[in-house]
């Protein structure tokens, strides 16, 4: 432990105040995570969880970015490498029951200097443990099986440990029971200082690896221990060891010790730490390696004399980096946000695409819409035409009569009837290729199979359609919507049309309208496909279901085969409008079915998710972290 | 076969696949065979065997029915294998995390040092070690592709099986975790900026291919020697190669590094209970002094001397056979518990669809027999004339049968109106119903009450069941028929409608004549009509002869005939309009009852073929699925006693 030991360098000016200037950043950006979190698991991005740059932001930076600079110094190792017997050493007491079994220490357990528990709440510097406090050395072997995380801690029952520091032995990194590996990993990210206990048989093992070489990257500083080292046989090969673990984790140990294997000394818990200078600080120097003369050192002592502020402010700093990596980081994942929010405007367009019906509903029973019309022509006709239209209603009310008693007419009752009968299996029909083209719409888009999967598989289709036929039979053959349509139409066209009225009288006398075709379809407000199909067929749109953003529409296209004659041109397009209109309006049970039965409220969840990627949060996300991207470097 | 002691020079033969295990040598004693596979019946373990291949191929177009094909594809060579080489020495593979030992067992085995071993690097063994005995052939161990080296040795240890010492599943980095270029920039102070990071060097282990290696060499292994240290023995990535390669292949479990770590024997058996194998033995040596004591000729160590005797007894000879039989068995066990994980959440949606179609068959039949029902009852007077026909037929002579043809004759002079539609005509008796071609198809079929709308709704329910149970097309088609569809399925239901309605009203027609056509009440019939003409002849001559012969009164004339006709007329038809009225009773109650006869006619049966068929197919491999296993857990109860020391997975049948 020389002068230029690599934990004495100058000490940078107010180091604490640097990264607390980071603490407003720190926190909107856990806020905007926090927010999007949720939407990105209904988008089908990665979970943020899983990544380093969470466990760095939310395990580290924000619980530590304001709170007086505590060092945690984490124990970190594969199973059965002696974990517990390094960090009771280092504790000076035991804390957490060293066994010959693998993989016993199921929890954390944190040895902390008197006092320091009553000035800080531990369940908020490690986010996601349960702290509970310390009553054996077996605590840390059966806790947190219940999927608990608890976090044992106790105080240093030597009273020597720094003021400053926490100590953690934590459970394995490469057992057999995955939690154990999480727990882990939750307090390397919490950690500034790792020891990291290797061996022989695990130096090179990829899940050790992989666990410092995080650690790494998020630039904690580390402590390399080589446990059960057949001293001093094996001293020549820890150089080779070391070499192959910097080389594959990128870590760059600010020291390394050697542990003889001595059962002995084990059991009684007195280890000794043998230093290796050579292969730390003085590399670059080269020269021939000194001989192995040092006497063991005392590690807590080392550890409570590194330069606390420097290491604290270097891991800070790490875990920045790590949140900010354009490739890894936080914008990697806004990154993957956002592409997952654009499957989804993919996936809207293949249901604008795909999920359009043509229903070709039967023609209307005339005398209801000629109904409609009387009614509204009744207070505005003179006399001659009354009775005149009485005489010809008494006649044909005779010759109907007539034509009932000899089964060719049928009363409009049943008239009615039959119309709704053809209706109804019109729209059943068109119900069926719906749910049809939505099936294809699933299949094509693996986005509309997560949403839409389950219901087009697993929703009761009977009650469907049994739902499309309660509607259709509550429906009344004129509704007031209608009515009041109709009424609005006339009173417009004779403001517009002063001949109007005798024009209409010929019309009434003649007219036949086409049969009605409707489009029903779901509509995306801004999709550009539907609009265009309302023009281009000069239909009328009835838009429906209004509900958010989204309307499942129906237009009526007005085919031309109408058989008004041709002085008729200036009634026409109205005539066409109101039997379109009565038309739309019948479908609109089906709608209402789609919508309320079979997609519930899918399509506005569509509609959300596709929104996603514009939402302001991700613009302050990326805003942010441009910034600190600055700041930082 | 009598040489079942000592290795097989030669790759065994092919033998006949009619006698897949010929020779087994019953002069032997029986204590002997039942050592070799106590309780095992080959003939019936073959017969499953090719059951189950059979089985697994049935239904390739339902996917879970390809999912365990291709499960099937992973074990069928490997049971073919273990049928047809019983012989063939076994081959053991060594594995276990890097630094457990291995190379030094297998040295210490093999009698020299033959696998690199040692502490300077890891991974030490990069590419796997085959040691056999000098004078066996291994030509049959395809070991392509992995550069596995060959070796020979003269251990008694090794003589009768084949060692492969394995690389080790640890150092490789993992599937899922991509080389991390920022993992070599975090240097120290002297940081890169994070941009120009991507420059790094890609880390060593980037090479390392030693996980693959061990899954290309671990399917040529008949049984698994897991070698683990105090520190290993919980590993996560040897406990999922374990976990992917154990089904079927027995285990020999040994705790190396006995010198140096305590013994966690206890506690390994614990961890394997948890991952579902059971250990009975494990064996616990220090390979470096076992090797020692074998170089120095020394008498080996207890534990050590142990791992060799159950090598011995366990792997050797007839042991061999009795492993590879039960391997096989644990294989075929694991197999069908894969297929049944992946058949099983079908069994509820099959049994949903075969319901569903029922029901949609239901449904379509109601609304063809209420449609064909208000058509028959509504054709009074087709009916009408076909009773008339009838009795026409029947009745000649007599007056009131005269009586009858004069009325019908008169009748076909009516024009009649040609007949429409299905019923029409055949009432009418025309009993070739034609449908029209093209969209016509389903207006031909309108009057019987199905219509495009009413198939497509139950077709789309069934499209939904079927979803469910994970069909689709091809098995089943869509809600909406194909043109060609359409066509074939309304010609066959009005096919069938036509010759099912064709019968149903002849049994009608014809119960109805049988009632009518009763001697007595024919005889009835002609009396009183006949009796009627009496009357008016009788009259006439009374009135002739007494009256005008004799009491004088002046000729009656010709007027009183034209009275007399008319009476006779109206007399008659009285008499039809009863004997019709009998005809007719009781028609609607009996058009009802054919009706309900409709659905044992199966017409809509067309419109569901497709569904009907698919899950009448997957309900019966899901049935035959059940056979067989319960045919494996009936052989598996048998062998069950006689295990050896051997690990195995558990629950191979349960």
Redesign the interface.
Known sequence: MAADDPFRRSVPAAPVSRYAAWAGSVRELCSVVDLLKPLAAELGAPDPAESEWFGQLFGKLRPQVTREPILVVAVCG????GKSLVANVLVGGEISRSV????RTRCPVASLPVGLAARIDLEELFPGFTPRPWSSGVDALGGGSDGDDLLIWREDPSGRQSQRLILIDTP?V?????ENWHRAEAVRNACDVIVAVL?????????V??FF??A????KSLIVVFN?V?WPA?RE?IA??LA?FT??????PLAVYAVP?DFSRAEAGTIEFFPLPELTGNRAAGGPIPPPSEPPADLATVLSAVDFDRIKL?AME?AF??V?????GMGAWLDAFESSSRGWQEARTVLAEEAQVRVELPSAPRELVWHEIWEWLEPRRSRIDINLSRVYRVAGSGVAWMGRRIGVVRSAQEKQEDFATVE???L??A???F??RL?AARRRNPRLEKLLGDA????D??SW?ADLERRHTALPMVSEDYRSFVRGELDRFSRENPRFLQMLLTGLSLGSVARPCITVGLMVAGAAAVPAVAAASHGLTTLVHTAGDYVVWAVAPLAGEGVLGLTMAGLKPLLERLFAGWSAERSRVLTETLHDVVLGDRLEEIERLAGAAARPEVARARRLLHEC?REV? | MSADTSPPRDPPPQRDPQHPLPGLPRTDDGAAVALAAPGFDDAAFDDLVTGLARWSGALPDWPPARRVRAEWEQVALRLDRARRELSRVLVVGVIG????GKSTLVNALAGRDLSPAG?????TTVAPVVVVARDVDCSWLSLDGVGARVVTSDSPAVANIVLVDCPDP?????PD?QP??????????GEV???D??GAAA???DSNRNRDLLEAVLPACDVLLLVA?????????V?REVAAFAPGRPLLFVQTHAS?????RD?WRL?LE??GIEAPSIHRIDGLEAARRTAAGLEPEPGYAALVRAIDEELVGRAARRVRRTGALDLAGWFVRQARQQLDPFRQPVVALLQGVEEQRERLEELMGRAVGQKLRDSRPAWQRIMQDELVERWQGGPFATFLHTLASLGALWPRLRAGGLVGRILAGQNSPAFAAGDGAWQSIEEVGL????V??S???L???A??AAIGEPMVG???LSEAAVQTSVGTLLERTGNWLVGGVDRLVSERRDRADAPWVRAICEFLFSGMIIAVLGRAGWNFFYGHLWDGQPVGGLGFLEEALVWLVIWGLLLRWIVFARMRAGLDRDIASLVTRLPGARLVDPFVQDFAVAAGNTSAYLDEGAVLDGRLRGLCERVEEGRSSLGRLKGAVR
Request: glycine share 10%.
């Open positions: 594969g199973t059965n490498t010959p079994e693998a993989a394995d490469d057992g057999t029971l995955r061996t022989q048989q695990k130096y090179n093992d990829a899940a690896r992989d070489a995080a790494a990257a998020a630039r059960m057949n094996q090969r080779g060891w192959t080389a594959e984790t990128g870590a760059a294997h270097r790490g980096r790590v900010l990596d354009p490739r890894a109804l299996s019109a059943t029909q119900l069926t290729a749910i049809d099936d087009l598989v697993y929703g289709r009977a359609y991207g470097s | 995390g890097t630094g457990t502490d300077v690097a890891r991974p640890d150092t490789q980095p993992g975790t991390d270029p920022d993992t070599q920039a975090a240097g120290d102070d900026p994070a941009g990071r991507s880390r060593p282990s240290t105090a520190q290993k023995y919980r590993s996560w990535s406990a140096r770590d305590p013994d966690i506690d961890e948890r991952q219509g495009e709308a009413d497509e709704q077709r789309s329910i499209v939904g069941l979803a469910r869509r809600a909406r």
